[in-house]
């Protein structure tokens, strides 16, 4: 059974920074891309990140860039999101999602998400 | 980017019913389209791929259709668990996006 978890979240200033982590199981984990979404409060999806099997290959959304990095450790079977000065626009459930594919393909989706965890800048 | 606009954002309806919610992509995606679920406090679940294949484990009362802008999913005879909020996303290019999201409640 795929099982995808997260952890990491918590209160955090502005400024500041957090690493959130997705425990992964019951799959290949090197074989699959990996993605984080988050979902502000009461608001819909929005796609921050994703990274290919290997981890040669990363993709951000623009609002995100150059603050927030994608990794992940495959001998551990984990991902994460470093996440460094953090805006109040950042506060949000952040949820880790599978792809259906290796590499970043035309196409991809994501089969299996965790339940997230929650990220709240405010001082 | 790709703007991925869904509607109706709310729709009432009664178990049994059939039930058709939109979205609409700014440019032609060809058939990237998905279809996600997904119910207060949970995760985001899968139910339709390819804009028309239905994933697997999801009941054949979803089906989903459409190519270029205009695709449609269709819940053919609305049960007490499907109430829940409904997704699109394109994954046509990069940055993936979704659309605002249909909210099914009961009426």
């Known amino acids: 059974e795929v099982q995808l978890v997260e952890s990491g979240g918590g209160l955090v200033q502005p400024g500041g920074s957090l690493r959130l982590s997705c425990a992964a199981s019951?799959?290949?984990?090197?074989?699959?891309?990996m993605s984080w979404v988050r979902q502000a409060p009461g608001k819909g999806l929005e796609w921050v990140s994703t990274?290919?099997?290997?981890?040669?290959?990363?993709y951000y959304a623009d609002s995100v860039k150059g603050r927030l990095t994608i990794s992940r450790d495959n001998s551990k079977n984990t991902l994460y999101l470093q996440m460094n000065s953090l805006r109040a626009e950042d506060t949000a459930v952040y949820h880790c999602?599978?792809?259906?594919?290796?590499?970043?393909?035309?196409?991809?989706?994501?089969?299996?998400w965790g339940q997230g965890t929650l990220v709240t800048v405010s001082s | 980017d790709i703007q991925m606009t869904q509607s109706p954002s709310s729709l009432s309806a009664s178990v049994g019913d059939r039930v058709t919610i939109t979205c609409r992509a700014s440019?032609?995606?060809?058939?990237?389209l998905n279809w996600y679920q997904q119910k207060p406090g949970e995760a985001p679940k899968l139910l339709i791929y390819?804009?028309?294949s239905l994933q697997s484990g999801v009941p054949s009362r979803f089906s989903g259709s459409g190519s270029g802008t205009d695709f449609t999913l269709t819940i053919s005879s609305l049960q007490p668990e499907d109430f829940a909020t409904y997704y699109c996303?394109?994954?046509?290019?990069?940055?993936?996006?979704f659309g605002g999201g249909t909210q099914v409640e009961i009426k």
């Open positions: 999602a599978k792809s259906v594919t290796r590499d970043i393909l035309t196409g991809y989706y994501h089969d299996y």
């Open positions: 019951g799959f290949t984990f090197s074989s699959y891309a």
């Open positions: 990274i290919s099997g290997r981890g040669g290959t990363t």
């Open positions: 440019q032609s995606i060809s058939s990237y």
């Open positions: 390819a804009a028309s």
């Open positions: 996303q394109q994954s046509y290019n990069t940055p993936l996006t």
